[in-house]
């Protein structure tokens, strides 16, 4: 299964390298958004550390110590020093101003801060400002020591440089004196924004309020929020898309793998087998043939890499896990074994009789138990060509399902020859599936990943054949269908009818005695069809049971017994026909067939469906004036619900021809666009007034 999965990874490269590419671009849309994000962040956070307080009092009213802040006298520092916890308070100064920048004003953050001690950020090069006309700036300004640099209406003199300060989305930090912030800032009243506290101070004095560090982070990015929110959440969102294009990889190709393993077990490949083909293919298929190579090398000396390569697996690989060997190369330098009679089929193998006693496969739809098979009894004997006639939906695929161990039914025998096939175990139906049955689905239920030559092979390794005799086998049998020049086409290079000859291949692989086709003419031009014909009226006659699902009557003529699932009823046109019922006496019953469609004339008739966990549900009771069990008639189709007279009643049956007679052109025309809105297709549909068939009783 492995060998599938890798190549189907190679098969479907495109996908993956679009869903690759597309989650790259995804991640790296995220991580630009996230950076952004962060990035503000990061910004506001180096700002407030450079300072090196522990908290901030601000007014009671104020967002901040910065951008939110509300001006406070200056001898509201001595009031923060005597805090209990504080070791140390200073004034501090916050505002926005701008600086010249080729012709256009650029904004920038002003911070007024002590001379030294808390407060002062730490320099990389220069000395803190001691008088108003002196500034110390980021290095991100580009401005050198000694230079004048005008900030706002004041020109002043940079004497310090701070390593890499911006806020507010990359705004260049300059650091003033207090007292040369109060005049750029508040027209040099005493007035300062916050008050920085070193330690940890207990409750605020009344009016104020104490701010943390991680509350001054998030007011120096205050502005930013909308934008940061936005591009958080889009960022969550795109990790959300790249989540579902990964999401939506994986869960493909476990769909695809587990579609692989249903088939690998409808063809009778051991469960061992295909998991510990997952577990070891990935070794063997890639490193086994390098590392025999150089292993042979060495014991033997410099040979060519293509006789080293050309070496088989082991054999205890190829007996322990066939599905590995299965699509092994035929590595060239090796002799192919002619083709010899398999082990598991002797010369003149013992046919057997196909036996179906009162079969019944019961499931539940909406609540209701549905029967498509109830009561089925079949007798195939060797040798016969068995056609399931009938519609879409009677049962057919229901009863290859049964005939070839995938379905257990709910009661009855299926016996082949001297095996009961109802009481086989997991293991033993393993075996009965690959041993004694070859099955054409009617979906092809081909491996996408593996070759037409692949699809062949797997029941024969399976099975135990060498891989040369299997691949023999496999060519042969395509040979005999037609596709000679298909062997190493997947199935997604073939077209619909050459799909259905690679699944009929697969399916005679094993000279299995009994086979089971369901729509084996689908998908196939009048010239496939004949070739289809005449390979299944082959296999037919040598002692094997060939049973055929189809409703394509061109088949017919080959069959040496036909079962119609849905039997034609087949009926004369003939007058109304009343009948008197008893109260619990029941007209029909559910799945029986019926030609007569009933008005009630007199009385009360329940419509009940079974339910699936027993019993029944009364789903309309029907009086005077209404009719009901048209859709059986109509179309063929078994009753779906079982008719009972609730009271002692008289109805009128009559037949398809005649009801459509009595209800006019036009009232059989709209006759199913009437249908109940409960259940559209129900053949316990009703319908209340039908005057003319009053007039005519």
């Known amino acids: 299964m492995l060998i599938a999965a890798l190549r189907d990874l190679q098969w479907r490269r495109r996908r993956f390298m679009i869903a690759a590419v597309g989650t790259a671009l995804v991640f790296a849309m995220t991580l630009v958004l996230t950076g952004?994000?962060?990035?503000?962040?990061?910004?506001?956070?180096?700002?407030?550390?450079?300072?090196?307080?522990?908290?901030?009092?601000?007014?009671?009213?104020?967002?901040g110590p910065f951008l939110g802040s509300a001006p406070l006298p200056l001898t509201d520092v001595q009031r923060a020093a005597r805090l209990p916890g504080v070791t140390a308070a200073v004034p501090l100064v916050y505002g926005s101003s701008t600086i010249p920048n080729n012709g256009t004003p650029r904004n920038v953050n002003v911070f007024g801060v002590p001379e030294q001690g808390p407060g002062t950020p730490?320099?990389?090069?220069?000395?803190?400002?001691?008088?108003?006309?002196?500034?110390?700036?980021?290095?991100?300004?580009?401005?050198?020591?000694?230079?004048?640099?005008?900030?706002?209406?004041?020109?002043?003199?940079?004497?310090?440089?701070?390593?890499?300060?911006?806020?507010?989305?990359?705004?260049?930090?300059?650091?003033?004196?207090?007292?040369?912030?109060?005049?750029?800032?508040?027209?040099?009243?005493?007035?300062?924004?916050?008050?920085?506290?070193?330690?940890?101070?207990?409750?605020?004095?009344?009016?104020?309020?104490?701010?943390?560090?991680?509350?001054?982070i998030d007011d120096m990015v205050r502005p930013l929020r909308g934008a940061n929110q936005a591009?958080?959440?889009?960022?969550?969102?795109?990790?959300?898309?790249?989540?579902?294009?990964?999401?939506?990889?994986?869960?493909?190709?476990?769909?695809?793998?587990?579609?692989?393993?249903?088939?690998?077990?409808?063809?009778?490949?051991?469960?061992?087998?295909?998991?510990?083909?997952?577990?070891?293919?990935?070794?063997?298929?890639?490193?086994?043939?390098?590392?025999?190579?150089?292993?042979?090398?060495?014991?033997?000396?410099?040979?060519?890499?293509?006789?080293?390569?050309?070496?088989?697996?082991?054999?205890?690989?190829?007996?322990?896990?066939?599905?590995?060997?299965?699509?092994?190369?035929?590595?060239?330098?090796?002799?192919?074994?002619?083709?010899?009679?398999?082990?598991?089929?002797?010369?003149?193998?013992?046919?057997?009789?196909?036996?179906?006693?009162?079969?019944?496969v019961e499931y539940s739809s909406g609540g209701y138990a549905v029967r498509p098979i109830d009561g089925l009894d079949l007798d195939v004997p060797a040798g016969s060509l068995a056609i399931l006639l009938g519609p879409s939906g009677c049962g057919k695929t229901t009863l290859l399902s049964c005939l070839g161990g995938i379905l257990?039914?709910?009661?009855?025998?299926?016996?082949?020859?001297?095996?009961?096939?109802?009481?086989?175990?997991?293991?033993?139906?393993?075996?009965y599936r690959r041993?004694?049955?070859?099955?054409?689905?009617?979906?092809?239920?081909?491996?996408?990943?593996?070759?037409?030559?692949?699809?062949?092979?797997?029941?024969?390794?399976?099975?135990?054949?060498?891989?040369?005799?299997?691949?023999?086998?496999?060519?042969e049998l395509l040979t005999r269908v037609g596709l000679k020049d298909r062997l190493h086409h997947r199935p997604g290079n073939l077209s619909g009818g050459q799909q259905q000859r690679v699944a009929v291949a697969r399916a005679i692989a094993l000279d299995p005695p009994l086979i089971l086709a369901d729509e084996p003419t689908a998908h196939l031009d009048f010239i496939q069809v004949e070739e289809v014909l005449?390979?299944?009226?082959?296999?037919?006659?040598?002692?094997?049971?060939?049973?055929v699902a189809t409703h394509d009557t061109r088949i017919l003529p080959l069959a040496d017994k036909v079962v119609e699932l849905v039997p034609h009823v087949a009926v004369e046109h003939e007058g109304p026909e009343t009948i008197?019922?008893?109260?619990?006496?029941?007209?029909?019953?559910?799945?029986?067939?019926g030609d007569l469609i009933y008005i009630v004339t007199a009385g009360e008739i329940e419509l009940a469906r079974e339910l699936s966990s027993g019993g029944e549900e009364v789903i309309k009771v029907v009086g005077p004036g209404d009719y009901f069990g048209e859709m059986g008639p109509l179309f063929s189709l078994p009753r779906s619900a079982t008719?009972?007279?609730?009271?002692?009643?008289?109805?009128?049956?009559?037949?398809?021809?005649?009801?459509?007679?009595?209800?006019?052109?036009?009232?059989?025309?709209?006759?199913?666009?009437?249908?109940?809105?409960?259940?559209?297709?129900?053949?316990?549909?009703?319908?209340?007034?039908?005057?003319?068939?009053?007039?005519?009783?």
């Open 122 to 216: 730490t320099l990389k090069e220069g000395r803190a400002p001691h008088t108003p006309g002196e500034v110390a700036v980021s290095t991100t300004m580009g401005q050198p020591i000694g230079a004048d640099v005008a900030i706002g209406a004041s020109l002043l003199r940079v004497v310090g440089l701070v390593d890499d300060l911006t806020a507010l989305a990359a705004q260049d930090n300059v650091y003033l004196t207090v007292p040369g912030a109060q005049q750029l800032l508040f027209s040099g009243q005493k007035l300062i924004s916050s008050v920085g506290i070193v330690g940890a101070p207990g409750a605020a004095p009344p009016e104020f309020r104490i701010v943390d560090r991680a509350g001054a």
């Open 435 to 475: 041993d004694t049955v070859g099955i054409v689905f009617q979906a092809f239920n081909l491996v996408p990943s593996l070759t037409a030559l692949e699809n062949v092979m797997v029941p024969l390794r399976a099975a135990g054949m060498s891989r040369y005799g299997a691949r023999e086998r496999a060519m």
């Open 231 to 360: 591009m958080s959440l889009m960022a969550g969102l795109l990790w959300a898309v790249a989540a579902l294009i990964v999401g939506s990889v994986i869960y493909l190709s476990a769909l695809e793998r587990t579609r692989d393993f249903a088939v690998f077990k409808a063809v009778g490949v051991a469960t061992r087998s295909i998991m510990g083909g997952l577990a070891m293919q990935a070794v063997t298929s890639r490193c086994w043939p390098p590392c025999w190579a150089r292993a042979c090398r060495w014991c033997w000396g410099r040979r060519s890499r293509c006789a080293a390569t050309s070496l088989p697996p082991p054999s205890w690989l190829s007996r322990s896990l066939p599905s590995v060997s299965a699509c092994w190369p035929a590595w060239p330098g090796c002799a192919a074994p002619s083709p010899s009679t398999p082990p598991w089929r002797s010369e003149d193998p013992d046919m057997a009789d196909l036996l179906v006693k009162d079969l019944v």
């Open 534 to 547: 005449r390979l299944i009226r082959e296999l037919a006659s040598d002692e094997r049971v060939v049973v």
């Open 36 to 63: 952004l994000a962060n990035g503000f962040r990061v910004e506001a956070e180096r700002s407030v550390d450079a300072l090196h307080l522990d908290a901030f009092m601000i007014k009671e009213g104020a967002a």
């Open 643 to 697: 008719a009972r007279a609730k009271t002692d009643a008289r109805i009128v049956g009559y037949t398809v021809q005649a009801f459509r007679e009595l209800l006019g052109p036009t009232g059989a025309k709209n006759l199913i666009g009437r249908s109940e809105p409960e259940d559209p297709t129900s053949d316990s549909g009703f319908r209340q007034g039908v005057p003319s068939a009053r007039s005519k009783e």
């Open 408 to 431: 257990k039914p709910t009661a009855g025998r299926i016996e082949f020859g001297d095996i009961d096939v109802t009481t086989l175990n997991k293991k033993a139906l393993s075996d």
């Open 580 to 593: 008197t019922v008893d109260a619990g006496e029941v007209l029909f019953s559910q799945g029986e067939m």
